[in-house]
């Protein structure tokens, strides 16, 4: 029994629903050495959190980054790339590389689907519960869920560069709420970042769970679930503000 009254479930991707393989920076560090830049997997992993940081902190409020780009999404991930080996100590990266980056992790040899994910997705078509997925992700997302087989779970798939919003901000949250036919309140959404999903669903009036994944240590999907189940915190209001 959903004791929440929630008509929509909404997951972020990334962290939540997958993740990389064996991870950024092997897959990073891989391709950088094999074209003449060498480089260890733990610092390649270190320098690219930094460089996704930094680049983040310089999208201005209310954009989409891979809109606001210049050079559209391609153009981000290459001056990612750059600042990543700038960071590792080189100038420019090898020839090729940021194409083949691009091409890697748009495919789902890069990607394994968390282990918990298909049954708790097939609890919810069981139930009837509707599913959407909320990310802040490229262009690549829908046919990237497609590869690894989970995209038939889902209803509406909002894609932060397709729509030109991006988490936290309310209006992505609430063009999934309005693509479903629900109102905000009835909108739960899983994700495992404390800004762009906690703090993004409280802002549009949905209601939110945290995915713990603590390498394999932590709740998970189940989160889920046990939200849906006991309803906590999730009383009904027909005006979120």
């Known amino acids: 029994m959903n004791r929440a009254g929630v008509r929509l479930v909404t997951f972020d991707v990334g962290g939540t629903l997958i993740h990389p393989y064996p991870s950024v920076g092997a897959v990073y560090s891989e391709v950088l050495s094999r074209r003449g830049f060498p480089a260890d997997p733990v610092d390649t992993e270190r320098a690219f959190e930094e460089a996704w940081d ?3 902190r310089r999208v201005p409020p209310s954009r989409e980054r891979y809109s606001w780009s210049p050079e559209g999404e391609r153009g981000y991930w290459r001056r990612l790339l750059d600042a990543t080996v700038r960071r590792l100590g080189g100038s420019e990266p090898p020839a090729g590389a940021a194409e083949e980056l691009f091409e890697r992790f748009g495919h789902r040899e890069t990607w394994r689907v968390y282990p918990d994910v298909a049954g708790t997705l097939s ?71 404390d800004l762009e999903d906690l703090e993004g669903a409280r802002r549009s009036g949905c209601l939110g769970v945290k995915i713990d994944r603590n390498g394999g240590r932590g709740e998970g999907l189940s989160a889920v679930l046990r939200r849906l189940e006991d309803g906590a915190g999730a009383e009904r209001r027909d005006d979120p503000s």
Request: charged share 20%; no cysteine.
């Open 54 to 56: 930094l680049s983040a």
């Open 123 to 193: 609890t919810l078509a069981t139930r009837e519960i509707p599913m959407a997925v909320l990310s802040n992700w490229d262009s690549r997302l829908p046919a990237l869920l497609r590869e690894l087989g989970i995209r038939h779970y889902f209803g509406p798939i909002l894609v932060s560069a397709l729509e030109g919003y991006e988490k936290p901000d309310p209006r992505i949250f609430h063009l999934a709420a309005e693509r479903a036919g629900v109102a905000p309140w009835q909108v739960l959404h899983a994700g495992d970042r």
